[in-house]
């Protein structure tokens, strides 16, 4: 039989099924005897268990791991049904468990192992190491056991737990593990499957990673409080990608120095990660990589902390995602912060009093209550100088970008679709651009209201809102200045709030909008504004305000739009008489102006000599009838007659037939030119009534 310096090697016993009863030490003698009776052999009896000083055990203490398997495998000995239990020995070499099936539970208390366990396809009811201390790791690959508990045990090598099937819980609270593989792994459990929960909590630590990867847990992931300080060559200390969980806990101070990789792992609970402490970003700089993850329940990143990106692309989230007062002191490459590219959560998105040091990015996501960023600080920002993206997102609720929100990044939301109001009263926004909402659609209103006067580029374009408020008690309501602000296709229902705009800053605020001419382009004016603004106020009664934005319409086209010179003045003097049809009294306030000017003139005519003659022959008449004259067989000269006929060509009371001016009279080409200009001005005038009376000016 060979032996080796500690007796018979395992392999050689198990071969003979027989132990020298001969080759029993003391301590073995008294632990045969208990795991007879079922009884607890303790060797330290009451006495509290010194780790540092296991190494230095005496001899009495000792138990060889050869004789243990034995015990727990082979049928010599006597065992009961209770198992084996043994607390405060030192158990001296490998003890080799692999490939067996334990006939009975093993229990170990306060015990020095000073060479790895080897339980690789190994079968066990229940495996229990309690505050032990084992210079080697643990090799668990394939075991199958009904429960695994290692609380409070030490391990100087790698916890191996990959393709584990454990039908009840892992149980790893106060766990030490301070040695790791060549890829920088501490616990290795890849595919394990736990009918239970996996406990790695209560000053769980460990200096390498915690790798789970396709792992099947029934129960929870529980990790409150643990300590990872190390992390695997990629730099992400937990990882889980494709495992299944009923829930996650990395809450309570769960504090990893690398990131925590779980995209596309099934969640059937919450992931709760408050208070959370990630120090270290991966080799990517992401800090959590929840990309494609399903969420039964919901995520909770309160009060959480993060030196890198957290990752949540695709992810579908059940409930809510809450990262209130979080703070994510770093970011990706890309400089994002929180990336949710294409998220799904059936509740709330909540980032009230969260800090961002990149940009939180929410293209096309979908989020079926709000998304609350009161007094959120954005202070970085991604490669493109945005501090919020949210291009394309759905929103369920309202969008609170307001109380203390605050970007030094461009507010990026085109044809957002927001079903609540989006609130940006209290907001700080950036320059150059402050917020780009080109074609958002907003069921509800637009409440305008930063906490101070904007300077960047507001680029309301195409954009679709029920009610705007904005508040006027402001200087311009903080409204950018010209040049900054894009409004061209905004369309409205309503306006509201208490400190409306009048229609005067309402046209300032709409002229703001007009693009003048450069170089390289021609200038922009939308009449579509005008209409848009008319249009409300027409709804809404004030139809002197709407007339006033129409005329103001024409009248800026001249000044802003794209007129030729003729335009121009044919525009001008729409605008100086009528105001463009809207006013069309003027034109009947200027004939009656130019007939009484003409009366003056035709009644100064007639008392000067042969200025006013008789149009028609008058030699058959005696006496020749003269302007102040008049004569039997020729109608007399009236001035006021001859004043209507010159002046309103629809009317014809026969004066201009039966008189005329002689230009050959003293200054009787200067009335002569009188009367062909107050006739194209009664003409002019006449037409223009009628045209503004009938609409045809404001036809477009």
């Known amino acids: 039989m060979s032996t080796d310096s500690h007796g018979p090697t395992a392999h050689a016993i198990e071969a003979q099924d027989q132990w020298p009863a001969d080759d029993l030490k003391p301590a073995e003698q008294l632990l045969l005897t208990d795991a007879k009776a079922g009884i607890l052999r303790n060797f330290a009896h009451d006495g509290r268990v010194d780790h540092q000083a296991m190494k230095e055990w005496e001899e009495a203490r000792a138990v060889r791991a050869a004789v243990l398997r034995h015990l727990v495998v082979m049928k010599q000995w006597p065992v009961h049904s209770r198992g084996v239990r043994l607390r405060g020995a030192r158990i ?22 000073d060479s790895p366990i080897a339980l690789n396809y190994a079968t066990a009811s229940w495996i229990t190491l309690l505050r032990c201390r084992v210079d080697g790791g643990l090799a668990a690959e394939h075991l ?14 790698v916890l191996r737990l990959s393709r584990a099937d454990i039908t009840g819980g892992l149980f790893c609270h106060g766990v030490q593990l301070t040695g790791r593989d060549n890829d920088g792994n501490a616990l290795f459990g890849d595919g394990m499957k736990v009918g239970g929960g996996v406990f790695l909590d209560k ?22 409080g643990a300590q990872l300080t190390g992390a695997d060559n990629d730099g992400n200390a937990l990882v889980g990608f494709r495992m299944k969980a009923g829930a996650v806990f990395l809450n309570d101070k769960f504090t990893a120095a690398g990131a925590v990789w779980l995209s596309n792992a099934d969640v059937s609970g919450h992931l709760a990660c408050q208070d959370a402490q990630l120090t270290k970003a991966n080799n990517k700089r992401d800090a959590l990589i929840g990309d494609g993850m399903k969420v039964g329940g919901g995520v909770f990143l309160q009060g959480s902390t993060a030196a890198g990106a957290i990752r949540l692309a695709n992810a579908q989230i059940t409930a809510s995602l809450d990262c209130r007062d979080a703070k994510l002191t770093g970011a990706d490459g890309d400089g994002n912060a929180l990336v949710g590219d294409g998220i799904k959560v059936g509740r709330g998105v ?14 096309g996501a979908e989020i079926t209550a709000g998304l609350v960023c009161q007094d959120a600080k954005l202070t970085g920002t991604d490669s493109h100088g945005n501090a919020l993206v949210g291009d394309g997102m759905k929103v369920g609720g309202g969008v609170f970008l307001s109380q203390g929100f605050t970007a030094t990044g461009a507010v990026h939301i085109p044809t957002a679709r927001i079903g609540g109001s989006l609130w940006l009263n209290g907001a700080k926004l950036a320059e150059p651009v402050a917020l780009w909402a080109r074609r958002v ?3 509800g209103q637009l409440t305008w209201a930063p906490r101070s006067p904007v300077s960047g580029l507001v680029d309301l374009e195409q954009a679709r809102v029920h009610r705007l408020e904005d508040d006027w008690s402001l200087p311009d309501a903080h409204w950018p200045p010209a040049g900054k602000l894009r409004l061209a296709g905004f369309t409205y229902d309503e306006f509201g709030g208490e400190n409306q705009a009048s229609w005067e800053q309402r046209l300032d605020w709409i002229r703001k909008s007009h693009r003048p001419k450069t170089d390289n382009r021609p200038p922009v004016f939308a009449a579509q504004l005008y209409e848009q603004l008319a249009r409300v106020y027409r709804q809404t009664g004030q ?29 001008w003097l729409l605008d100086k ?18 007939y009484l000017v003409v009366l003056l003139v035709a009644w100064g005519a007639q008392h000067h000599d042969s200025v006013i003659v008789p149009a028609k022959s008058t030699k058959d008449i005696h006496p020749p009838p003269t302007a102040v004259q008049c004569s039997p067989g020729y109608p007399c000269f009236y001035p006021a007659g001859y004043a209507v006929d010159v002046v309103v ?3 014809n009371l026969r004066q201009a037939e039966n008189w005329r001016v002689d230009g050959q009279a003293p200054w009787g080409w200067a009335y002569l030119a009188a009367g062909w200009v107050a006739t194209g001005l009664g003409w002019a005038f006449t037409t223009l009534a009628v045209a503004g009376y009938t609409g045809l000016v404001r036809k477009e």
């Open 92 to 113: 001296i070499g490998w003890l080799d468990l692999e490939s067996v099936e334990l006939r009975c539970p093993l229990r170990l208390e306060d015990c020095y192992l």
């Open 144 to 157: 199958e056991t009904k429960e695994l508990r290692l609380e409070g045990s030490a391990f100087g090598g």
């Open 203 to 224: 000053e769980f630590t460990a200096a390498g990673a915690i790798r789970i990867a396709d792992a099947d847990i029934t129960g929870v992931l529980y990790c409150p």
């Open 350 to 363: 909540f980032l009230e009093g969260f800090t961002a040091a990149g940009a939180v990015r929410l293209l």
């Open 441 to 443: 659609h907003v069921d």
């Open 543 to 571: 139809e002197s305000d709407a007339r006033q934005v129409a005329i103001a319409r024409r009248s800026d086209l001249r000044r802003l739009g794209t007129l030729t010179r003729s335009q121009k003045l044919g525009n």
């Open 577 to 594: 008489t009528i105001k463009h049809g809207y006013q069309p009294l003027r034109a009947i306030v200027l004939l009656a102006a130019v």
């Open 649 to 651: 060509p629809i009317i």
